[in-house]
């Protein structure tokens, strides 16, 4: 059963108890947990969010799969106060299956609300696993400005028939959510998403027609001076956040808007990434399978890190 809303999604605070599950006899302990609440699709301003539950209702898992534009791609997040066993060591091995192999994945770690712990893995996808080449930064210096790009090879619901559980596994545990075949609740995202679209002032159609991405030619000197103007509230706090970024740019390569999306709490960094984009970023328009160029947008994953 797929729960569609158009408000914001809250947590309450939940109590802290051990995750509970079937335990399989392998050579890591392992928990599997089954749904505790329908999937709620939420139609936010600013993004399109799958989320359920999984576990014991007095101290659930949530799982997370978040879009902010059209993508094979989702941004993964496992929450759960029951997940404060994970480490420093923030490398994980991911799987959708049974249809998908596993790969190893690098997360970050926040807040979901009241949930203390948040383990986020960033951009996923069913088929290719984590961020392509194209989408990595060209230098260390650009480490903190990650571009959003993905041709959707593979439709969402497509791959999503493929996928009856999502399985983590760090160190010594696995935690497996049983989600039941996805290609709905994927669906759903799809047609979220472009809704969103829409609500830009962008035909879907003809932004599924563009052949070239707008393209940020000063990406390291952006990503510079994003990290090195970094919030002096949040820095005093020792506050690190992912956020996105979405410009609108228009035909001759002009930012029209920019606006930017929490995806970590992130109260004290405001506007700083935006006021710096608007201020300095370049870039090339997109342009369609004529050459024309066109109005488009372009989204940004930009994390801020204290080293």
């Not at 596994?169 to 049983?178: D, E, G, M, S, T």
């Not at 979220?192 to 940020?216: M, Q």
Request: hydrophobic share 40%.
């Amino acid at each position: 059963m797929l729960q569609v809303v158009r408000l914001a999604v809250g947590f309450a605070a939940m109590a802290s108890v051990p995750v509970t599950g079937l335990h399989v006899a392998t050579a890591q302990e392992a928990s599997v947990l089954s749904p505790s609440s329908a999937w709620n699709l939420n139609y936010g301003e600013d993004r399109c969010r799958l989320l359920r539950t999984f576990g014991d209702d007095d101290s659930p898992t949530v799982l997370i799969m978040e879009q902010v534009s059209p993508s094979d791609h989702f941004e993964l997040i496992i929450a759960g106060d029951t997940l404060r066993w994970v480490n420093d060591d923030r490398h994980a091995t991911l799987q959708m299956g049974p249809g998908y192999e596993a790969f190893e994945r690098r997360f970050h770690e926040g807040t979901l609300g009241e949930i203390k712990s948040a383990l986020i893995f960033g951009s996923i996808s069913p088929v290719h696993g984590g961020l392509s080449a194209a989408d990595k930064p060209t230098s260390d210096e650009a480490s903190a400005y990650e571009r959003i790009v993905h041709p959707i090879d593979v439709p969402l619901a497509e791959s999503g028939a493929n996928i009856e559980w999502i399985e983590f596994a760090h160190r010594n545990r696995v935690v497996r959510l049983n989600t039941g075949p996805l290609a709905k609740a994927l669906e759903g995202l799809t047609t979220c998403t472009a809704d969103l679209v829409r609500s830009w002032g962008l035909d879907p159609e003809a932004v599924a027609s563009v052949v070239a991405n707008p393209e940020i030619t000063n990406i390291e000197h952006v990503a510079r001076r994003i990290q090195r103007t970094y919030p002096s509230k949040a820095l005093r706090r020792g506050e690190m956040a992912t956020i996105h970024v979405r410009t609108i740019i228009d035909e001759h390569g002009q930012i029209a808007s920019c606006t930017q999306l929490e995806l970590t709490k992130a109260e004290n960094f405001a506007d700083a990434a935006c006021n710096i984009i608007l201020r300095e970023a370049k870039f090339e328009p997109a342009r369609d399978a004529s050459g024309k160029p066109v109005r488009m947008y372009s989204t940004n994953r930009i994390r801020y890190i204290i080293p």
